[in-house]
Protein backbone atom coordinates (compact mmCIF):
# COMPACT_ATOMS: atom_id res chain seq x y z
CA UNK A 1 0.00 0.00 0.00
CA UNK A 2 1.02 3.43 -1.06
CA UNK A 3 2.69 5.89 2.09
CA UNK A 4 3.08 9.64 1.04
CA UNK A 5 4.97 11.49 3.69
CA UNK A 6 5.50 14.92 4.14
CA UNK A 7 8.27 16.97 6.17
CA UNK A 8 8.18 19.41 7.88
CA UNK A 9 4.46 19.43 8.95
CA UNK A 10 4.90 23.17 9.47
CA UNK A 11 6.65 26.14 8.30
CA UNK A 12 7.22 29.30 9.33
CA UNK A 13 9.60 31.55 7.14
CA UNK A 14 10.34 35.44 6.53
CA UNK A 15 8.80 36.95 3.15
CA UNK A 16 11.61 36.87 0.33
CA UNK A 17 13.18 33.24 1.67
CA UNK A 18 13.53 30.32 -0.57
CA UNK A 19 12.15 27.06 1.06
CA UNK A 20 11.88 23.52 0.20
CA UNK A 21 9.33 21.68 0.85
CA UNK A 22 9.91 17.47 0.83
CA UNK A 23 7.31 14.53 0.27
CA UNK A 24 8.61 11.15 -0.05
CA UNK A 25 6.33 7.96 -0.84
CA UNK A 26 7.19 3.95 -0.79
CA UNK A 27 5.94 2.57 -3.69
CA UNK A 28 7.99 3.80 -6.51
CA UNK A 29 5.84 2.54 -9.36
CA UNK A 30 4.01 5.32 -9.73
CA UNK A 31 1.95 6.83 -12.63
CA UNK A 32 2.41 10.87 -11.79
CA UNK A 33 3.09 13.12 -8.81
CA UNK A 34 0.66 16.07 -8.25
CA UNK A 35 1.49 19.24 -5.43
CA UNK A 36 -1.33 21.23 -4.96
CA UNK A 37 -2.11 23.90 -1.95
CA UNK A 38 -5.17 24.23 0.04
CA UNK A 39 -6.27 27.25 1.69
CA UNK A 40 -8.47 27.79 4.91
CA UNK A 41 -12.05 26.75 4.03
CA UNK A 42 -11.28 25.91 0.10
CA UNK A 43 -10.72 23.73 -1.97
CA UNK A 44 -7.03 22.44 -3.43
CA UNK A 45 -5.79 23.83 -6.12
CA UNK A 46 -3.13 22.33 -8.50
CA UNK A 47 0.01 23.68 -8.74
CA UNK A 48 2.25 21.08 -10.65
CA UNK A 49 2.31 17.83 -12.05
CA UNK A 50 5.03 15.57 -12.77
CA UNK A 51 4.66 12.43 -15.19
CA UNK A 52 6.51 9.35 -13.79
CA UNK A 53 9.09 9.80 -16.89
CA UNK A 54 9.84 13.35 -15.93
CA UNK A 55 12.13 14.86 -13.57
CA UNK A 56 10.89 17.98 -12.84
CA UNK A 57 8.25 20.82 -14.05
CA UNK A 58 8.52 24.25 -13.34
CA UNK A 59 5.93 26.99 -12.66
CA UNK A 60 6.67 30.73 -12.18
CA UNK A 61 8.47 30.58 -8.84
CA UNK A 62 7.97 26.89 -8.38
CA UNK A 63 9.94 24.35 -9.55
CA UNK A 64 8.68 20.59 -8.20
CA UNK A 65 11.31 17.81 -8.62
CA UNK A 66 10.57 13.80 -8.62
CA UNK A 67 13.17 10.81 -7.94
CA UNK A 68 10.93 7.84 -8.62
CA UNK A 69 13.69 5.37 -7.57
CA UNK A 70 14.42 6.87 -4.52
CA UNK A 71 10.60 7.87 -3.25
CA UNK A 72 10.96 11.56 -3.55
CA UNK A 73 9.76 14.70 -4.79
CA UNK A 74 10.81 18.32 -3.36
CA UNK A 75 8.69 21.84 -3.97
CA UNK A 76 11.10 24.67 -4.32
CA UNK A 77 9.46 27.71 -3.50
CA UNK A 78 11.15 31.16 -4.56
CA UNK A 79 11.40 34.54 -3.13
CA UNK A 80 8.38 33.43 -0.77
CA UNK A 81 5.38 35.74 -0.07
CA UNK A 82 2.91 36.45 2.36
CA UNK A 83 0.14 35.27 -0.01
CA UNK A 84 2.21 31.71 -0.58
CA UNK A 85 0.96 30.84 2.91
CA UNK A 86 -1.29 28.21 3.04
CA UNK A 87 -1.10 23.97 3.40
CA UNK A 88 1.05 22.54 0.26
CA UNK A 89 -0.22 18.59 -0.48
CA UNK A 90 2.16 16.08 -2.09
CA UNK A 91 0.03 13.54 -3.93
CA UNK A 92 0.77 10.41 -5.67
CA UNK A 93 -1.17 8.88 -8.50
CA UNK A 94 -0.84 5.15 -8.65
CA UNK A 95 -0.96 2.71 -11.66
CA UNK A 96 -4.36 1.81 -12.12
CA UNK A 97 -5.10 1.93 -15.67
CA UNK A 98 -5.88 5.28 -16.63
CA UNK A 99 -7.70 6.07 -12.89
CA UNK A 100 -4.69 7.62 -11.83
CA UNK A 101 -6.25 7.17 -8.13
CA UNK A 102 -3.91 9.73 -5.75
CA UNK A 103 -2.63 8.96 -2.38
CA UNK A 104 -2.23 12.12 -0.30
CA UNK A 105 0.57 13.00 2.33
CA UNK A 106 -0.85 14.85 5.45
CA UNK A 107 0.45 17.91 3.86
CA UNK A 108 2.75 21.15 5.46
CA UNK A 109 1.38 23.95 6.82
CA UNK A 110 3.72 26.93 5.50
CA UNK A 111 3.46 30.01 7.25
CA UNK A 112 5.10 33.43 5.04
CA UNK A 113 6.12 36.34 7.58
CA UNK A 114 6.54 40.21 6.74
CA UNK B 1 -16.92 27.50 -18.08
CA UNK B 2 -16.94 27.32 -14.23
CA UNK B 3 -14.89 25.05 -12.11
CA UNK B 4 -16.09 22.12 -10.02
CA UNK B 5 -18.89 23.29 -7.93
CA UNK B 6 -19.89 21.08 -4.73
CA UNK B 7 -23.28 21.61 -2.80
CA UNK B 8 -24.03 22.21 -0.03
CA UNK B 9 -21.13 23.98 1.04
CA UNK B 10 -21.85 22.81 4.82
CA UNK B 11 -24.24 19.71 6.11
CA UNK B 12 -24.85 19.87 9.99
CA UNK B 13 -26.91 16.77 10.78
CA UNK B 14 -27.81 14.36 13.37
CA UNK B 15 -26.66 10.77 13.81
CA UNK B 16 -28.62 8.15 12.14
CA UNK B 17 -30.06 10.39 9.07
CA UNK B 18 -29.04 9.88 6.24
CA UNK B 19 -27.40 12.72 3.90
CA UNK B 20 -26.79 13.41 0.06
CA UNK B 21 -23.49 15.35 -1.28
CA UNK B 22 -23.27 16.56 -4.64
CA UNK B 23 -20.87 17.14 -7.51
CA UNK B 24 -21.07 19.28 -10.81
CA UNK B 25 -17.82 18.29 -12.62
CA UNK B 26 -16.43 20.97 -15.45
CA UNK B 27 -18.47 20.07 -18.21
CA UNK B 28 -16.89 17.69 -20.61
CA UNK B 29 -14.40 16.03 -17.63
CA UNK B 30 -15.27 11.88 -17.95
CA UNK B 31 -13.18 11.16 -14.58
CA UNK B 32 -14.65 11.85 -11.17
CA UNK B 33 -13.28 11.24 -8.29
CA UNK B 34 -14.65 11.83 -4.42
CA UNK B 35 -12.06 12.19 -1.45
CA UNK B 36 -12.82 12.17 1.94
CA UNK B 37 -10.41 14.66 4.64
CA UNK B 38 -10.89 14.02 8.19
CA UNK B 39 -9.70 16.47 10.98
CA UNK B 40 -5.93 15.93 11.18
CA UNK B 41 -5.68 13.52 8.50
CA UNK B 42 -5.00 13.41 5.26
CA UNK B 43 -7.62 13.29 1.98
CA UNK B 44 -8.06 9.47 1.54
CA UNK B 45 -10.01 8.23 -1.89
CA UNK B 46 -13.46 7.05 -1.91
CA UNK B 47 -14.69 6.30 -5.41
CA UNK B 48 -13.70 6.95 -8.74
CA UNK B 49 -15.95 7.16 -11.86
CA UNK B 50 -14.96 7.15 -15.85
CA UNK B 51 -17.11 7.12 -18.34
CA UNK B 52 -19.97 4.19 -18.61
CA UNK B 53 -17.65 1.78 -16.61
CA UNK B 54 -17.78 0.22 -13.16
CA UNK B 55 -16.89 2.29 -10.55
CA UNK B 56 -13.82 1.66 -8.64
CA UNK B 57 -15.34 2.23 -5.19
CA UNK B 58 -12.91 0.76 -3.58
CA UNK B 59 -12.39 3.50 -0.87
CA UNK B 60 -15.59 3.59 0.41
CA UNK B 61 -15.00 3.28 4.09
CA UNK B 62 -18.41 0.61 4.72
CA UNK B 63 -21.62 -0.11 3.18
CA UNK B 64 -23.38 3.46 4.35
CA UNK B 65 -21.68 4.79 1.78
CA UNK B 66 -22.43 4.97 -1.73
CA UNK B 67 -22.14 7.48 -5.25
CA UNK B 68 -24.14 7.57 -8.55
CA UNK B 69 -23.43 9.63 -11.40
CA UNK B 70 -26.42 9.97 -13.69
CA UNK B 71 -25.49 10.73 -17.46
CA UNK B 72 -21.46 10.80 -16.97
CA UNK B 73 -22.05 14.52 -15.58
CA UNK B 74 -23.69 15.25 -11.99
CA UNK B 75 -22.05 12.74 -9.15
CA UNK B 76 -24.19 12.45 -5.59
CA UNK B 77 -22.50 10.51 -2.77
CA UNK B 78 -24.98 8.88 -0.33
CA UNK B 79 -24.55 8.26 3.17
CA UNK B 80 -26.73 6.37 5.53
CA UNK B 81 -27.12 6.03 9.03
CA UNK B 82 -24.49 8.88 8.97
CA UNK B 83 -22.20 8.54 12.13
CA UNK B 84 -19.74 11.19 14.14
CA UNK B 85 -17.12 9.38 12.74
CA UNK B 86 -18.27 10.35 9.42
CA UNK B 87 -17.52 14.22 9.54
CA UNK B 88 -15.22 15.38 7.54
CA UNK B 89 -14.68 17.71 4.02
CA UNK B 90 -16.14 15.51 1.12
CA UNK B 91 -13.79 16.79 -2.10
CA UNK B 92 -15.30 15.94 -5.43
CA UNK B 93 -12.63 16.03 -8.56
CA UNK B 94 -12.53 15.63 -12.00
CA UNK B 95 -10.34 15.37 -14.75
CA UNK B 96 -9.91 15.41 -18.91
CA UNK B 97 -8.46 11.94 -19.49
CA UNK B 98 -7.98 12.77 -23.59
CA UNK B 99 -4.96 14.88 -24.70
CA UNK B 100 -5.79 18.17 -26.04
CA UNK B 101 -3.81 19.76 -27.47
CA UNK B 102 -0.64 18.89 -26.06
CA UNK B 103 -1.73 20.26 -22.93
CA UNK B 104 -1.43 17.65 -19.27
CA UNK B 105 -4.46 15.98 -19.04
CA UNK B 106 -4.05 13.84 -15.68
CA UNK B 107 -4.53 17.35 -13.47
CA UNK B 108 -7.63 16.41 -11.39
CA UNK B 109 -9.50 19.87 -10.63
CA UNK B 110 -11.21 19.90 -7.03
CA UNK B 111 -14.31 21.71 -6.14
CA UNK B 112 -14.63 23.49 -2.65
CA UNK B 113 -16.08 20.32 -0.78
CA UNK B 114 -18.93 20.09 1.29
CA UNK B 115 -18.24 20.12 5.62
CA UNK B 116 -20.39 17.49 6.86
CA UNK B 117 -20.76 17.90 10.99
CA UNK B 118 -22.34 14.60 12.45
CA UNK B 119 -23.86 15.73 15.72
Known amino acids: KQEVTQIPAALSVPEGENLVLNCSFT??????LQWFRQDPGKGLTSLLL?????REQTSGRLNASLDKSSGRSTLYIAASQPGDSATYLC?????????????FGTGTRLQVTL | GAGVSQSPSNKVTEKGKDVELRCDPI?????LYWYRQSLGQGLEFLIY????????KSGLPSDRFSAERTGGSVSTLTIQRTQQEDSAVYLC?????????????????FGPGTRLTVL
Open chain 1, 50 to 54: IQSSQ
Open chain 2, 27 to 31: SGHTA
Open chain 1, 27 to 32: DSAIYN
Open chain 1, 91 to 103: AVGGITGTASKLT
Open chain 2, 93 to 109: ASKLLLTSGGLSTDTQY
Open chain 2, 49 to 56: FQGNSAPD
